[in-house]
């Protein structure tokens, strides 16, 4: 484990917490797959620090980054379990459990992280937490890492037919694949921690991904174009077990709640800064070629995509498409 704290304290156990069946400390174990210096990891570790002083050492959140205990494909299971206790997973890999949530997922659904940032904050956010309640999870909040990038190693993807016969990595959302559809690539879903390899062992030839993603991993070593487009947000939902968040005393759920709530304002305005210098630090030190995409290449793309749109309306609801298509406006 990753953990902040390598001594506890040993205070004795406040009675209420004993009456409600909890030992005197309490250890919330909090998996993540992606690196430590990452938005989501960054993030992590704030929000373990804020709950361990905020409650007075009562609670403890471990954090586990790098896939080491659970990878993104059963990461969600273990959380619905019990087996874990907290996750931050991508969008579209609650989808699986909740097709809905696939909305994030709709190319250039938010033009500006202010829309995101509104999404969030809103009813859309509001809508998509509710319908985890059945699966016995818990939204506590958004987190966001940034705009996904499209990147190769044949060749620059400037126009929708430049994608032709490649074959890319998404995260698994049907969304996801009707993008690459529509491109006349493929597409195959593949967890993070194996996304290296299937770079570099030419599995795949490219990849869609947030530019803390691309650093942090270094994709920029088997990749070779990159282009920013922006067609994506890559966010994060804050997961508890629903049962185990229940159970949880009041006061701490207030803490918990107040601590988490202090991390994501940091967070969210944190990973903005994070990918405009993890990008500086591509062009540094990669030999990628970036083309950034202009606005009318953008209409182009968007032109190609906008009947997912429509297809996926029964999946995500016309309710939460109608309210996107109002934040982009
Ligand atoms: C990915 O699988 O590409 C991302 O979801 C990883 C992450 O959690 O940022």
Known sequence: AIGFYPTLSSAPAADDDEQQGFDREIVIKFSHVVAENTPKGLAAQDFARRVYQKTDQRVKVEVFPNAVLYNDTD?????????????????????????????????????????????????????LFKKLKSKNMIGLSYWSNGFKQMTSARGPLIHPADFKGQQFRIMPSDV??????????????????EVYRGLESGFVDGGENAISNIDSKKFYQVQKYMTISNHGYLGYAVLMNK??????????????????????????????????????????????????????????WMRVWEPIYEEFEGVIGKDLIDRIRQLQK
């Open 176 to 193: 996801l694949k009707a993008q690459f559809r529509l491109f006349g690539a493929k597409a195959v879903a593949i967890p993070f921690d």
């Open 243 to 300: 049962e185990y968040w229940d159970k949880l005393p009041d006061d701490l759920k207030g803490l918990i709640s107040e601590a988490l709530k202090e991390t994501t304002e940091w967070a969210n305005q944190n990973a903005v800064v994070m990918n405009a210098r993890q990008l500086q630090e591509i062009y540094d030190r990669s030999m990628m070629q970036i083309h950034i995409q202009t606005p009318e290449e953008r209409r182009e």
């Open 75 to 127: 990461e969600v299971d273990a959380l619905m379990n019990g087996n874990i206790q907290m996750i931050a997973p991508a969008f579209s890999k609650i989808s699986q459990y909740v097709p809905a949530w696939q909305a994030f997922d709709l190319p250039y659904a938010f033009l500006t992280d202010q829309a995101v940032q509104e999404a969030f904050d809103g009813e859309i956010g509001e809508i």
